[in-house]
Nanobody
Framework: QMQMAESGGGSVQAGGSLRLSCDAS????????VGWFRQVPWKEREVVGM???????FYAASVEVRFTVSQTDDKNMVFLQMNSLVPEDTAMYYCAVKSAGSCWPWPPRDLTGYNGWGQGNQVTVSS
């Protein structure tokens, strides 16, 4: 199974910003939507945001306004811009793609159908 390649994680102080990148080029035309997710060891993986190929994006309530999902014109790269970071945003962040089925509803009931999970990128926000 093809894996997405994420990059851009790191450590930042509260109030700072980071941008994560996701290389979706291996899936190219087969993508319905690309999602961003995060996980801490003691919780289930949760959705952060999602972008349709059309460019319309949706966000989890906890990151609304602070985070932005975007993509390049050729849709090969998808980004997660994270502003006003707080310690609660500390997690391993992943991107994944849906190539079949539907990307609705939002937020998703589960992560079924998302594929291409990469190794993840650690984001650490200190207070």
């Amino acid at each position: 199974q093809m894996q997405m390649a994420e990059s851009g994680g790191g450590s930042v102080q509260a109030g700072g910003s980071l941008r994560l990148s996701c290389d979706a080029s291996k899936y190219y035309e087969n993508i319905l939507c690309v999602g961003w997710f995060r996980q801490v060891p003691w919780k289930e993986r949760e959705v952060v945001g999602m972008i349709y190929r059309s460019g319309r994006a949706f966000y989890a309530a906890s990151v609304e306004v602070r985070f932005t999902v975007s993509q390049t014109d050729d849709k090969n790269m998808v980004f997660l811009q994270m502003n006003s970071l707080v310690p609660e945003d500390t997690a391993m962040y992943y991107c994944a793609v849906k190539s079949a089925g539907s990307c609705w509803p939002w937020p998703p009931r589960d992560l079924t159908g998302y594929n291409g999970w990469g190794q993840g990128n650690q984001v650490t926000v200190s207070s």
